[in-house]
């Protein structure tokens, strides 16, 4: 246990390298190409992201 939490702790941030599915590295494409915005609808089958309706990207004018 200890190895391991060495081992998480000693990458950027703290995240692990594993092998995602392309159906999640497709959707966090999209979030990443939205930066903010909406997604109203996301469809999940069998534990993958399926589709996303609605998609919205917005604007944010800062007024400081």
Not at 4 to 21: A, D, F, K, L, V
Not at 27 to 55: H, M, N, R, W
Request: proline share 5%.
């Amino acid at each position: 246990m200890a190895k391991e939490i060495h081992r998480i702790n000693s990458r950027p941030h703290g995240y692990r390298t594993t092998s995602i599915h392309p159906a999640w590295r497709a959707f966090i494409t999209l979030c990443d190409s939205i930066q903010y915005g909406e997604i109203e609808k996301l469809s999940i089958k069998e534990g993958l992201p399926v589709a996303a309706e609605e998609v919205r990207k917005k604007t944010k004018f800062n007024t400081n």
